[in-house]
């Protein structure tokens, strides 16, 4: 099994698909303030910043930090911060005040947790995106079996290239519940597949053994928006619930991936903010597939 499928099965079924915020990138250009010192992701609840201490403004995405900055939170708050030098970050709870320092963040109200290693915090919370609402419900004559898949919408833009054409789902069959409730086993493995439909047009995809995720390369798309769904069979019958609002996702043409790959390039070789780069333009595979190098 590789290492971005484990990486991939650690990260929580969550419902977060669509109010995960983009990873922001810090401009090109040197700010007066210096460089950033950190990054506050997973962003969920009321969370405010100030860059002077008067005027708080609502974070509504993942935002880069610079010494001076304020963060607090309301009773609801939390999030996660991540430190841009040792990779480490720590989480934020609620009714909480933080003050960016230039070593990272620093509670006056309240308590952040222990620091540790950021990577996976960033991975689950794109692994997340790939994961909508999957539900499995114990019922007299098995398992209802409810599918999600990743859509686009602008504040989680999701979109497919020629450089990275996979669209990205976790092959429930694989899950625990599942497998014990349907009495899958390696003999009738192969009676399970995926039907995807992208604008009308059905492919079937074998459902692959040992493997917690299904990445199915599309081809052939004009650049814009597409609509797909995913759909659970055996033996060529709807084992899942059916489908009733189909996902979206953007094709990109060439010219928007040269500029894709070209704000990429621009971060020098840094996988994080390479992947950041990705993550912000919408290419989330592409994103996970960096992080998992980390």
């Known amino acids: 099994m590789n290492r971005w499928v484990k990486i991939l099965a650690t990260s929580a079924l969550s419902v977060l698909l669509v109010v995960q915020g983009d990873l922001v990138l810090a401009k090109g250009k040197k700010s007066k303030k210096g460089a950033p010192v950190t990054m506050i992701m997973n962003v969920d609840g009321q969370i405010e910043y100030t860059k002077n201490g008067k005027k708080w403004k609502k974070v509504k995405r993942n935002k880069f930090l610079f010494p001076g900055y304020q963060i607090r939170t309301g009773a609801n708050g939390k999030g996660t911060f991540l430190n841009q030098k040792s990779g480490m970050s720590r989480e934020l709870s609620a009714n909480t005040v933080v003050e960016i320092t230039a070593e990272g963040a620093n509670a006056t109200t309240g308590a952040l947790s222990e620091p540790v290693k950021g990577s996976g915090n960033l991975v689950a919370s794109l692994g997340n995106r790939f994961k909508k609402g999957q539900k499995y419900t114990t019922v007299r004559r098995g398992l209802k079996i409810k599918l999600g898949a990743a859509s686009h919408s602008k504040r989680?833009?999701?979109?497919?290239?020629?450089?990275?054409?996979?669209?990205?789902?976790?092959?429930?069959?694989?899950?625990?519940?599942?497998?014990?409730?349907?009495?899958?086993?390696?003999?009738?493995?192969?009676?399970?597949?995926?039907?995807?439909?992208?604008?009308?047009?059905?492919?079937?995809?074998?459902?692959?053994?040992?493997?917690?995720?299904?990445?199915?390369?599309?081809?052939?798309?004009?650049?814009?928006?597409?609509?797909?769904?995913?759909?659970?069979?055996?033996?060529?019958?709807?084992?899942?619930?059916?489908?009733?609002?189909?996902?979206?996702f953007i094709w990109v043409d060439d010219a928007e991936q040269e500029a894709i790959l070209a704000r990429k390039a621009a971060r020098g070789g840094d996988e994080l903010l390479e992947a950041i780069s990705l993550d912000n333009d919408g290419m989330k595979v592409g994103a996970l597939d960096v992080y998992s190098q980390f």
């Not at 092959?171 to 014990?180: D, G, L």
């Open 156 to 248: 989680a833009p999701y979109k497919l290239s020629s450089a990275w054409p996979e669209l990205v789902w976790d092959n429930v069959i694989e899950n625990p519940v599942v497998k014990k409730a349907s009495k899958i086993t390696a003999e009738n493995y192969a009676e399970f597949s995926y039907r995807v439909t992208i604008d009308d047009q059905a492919t079937i995809v074998p459902a692959p053994q040992g493997m917690l995720v299904v990445r199915h390369a599309v081809a052939g798309m004009e650049s814009g928006k597409h609509k797909y769904k995913v759909e659970l069979l055996k033996n060529g019958e709807l084992a899942s619930e059916k489908v009733k609002r189909a996902s979206t």
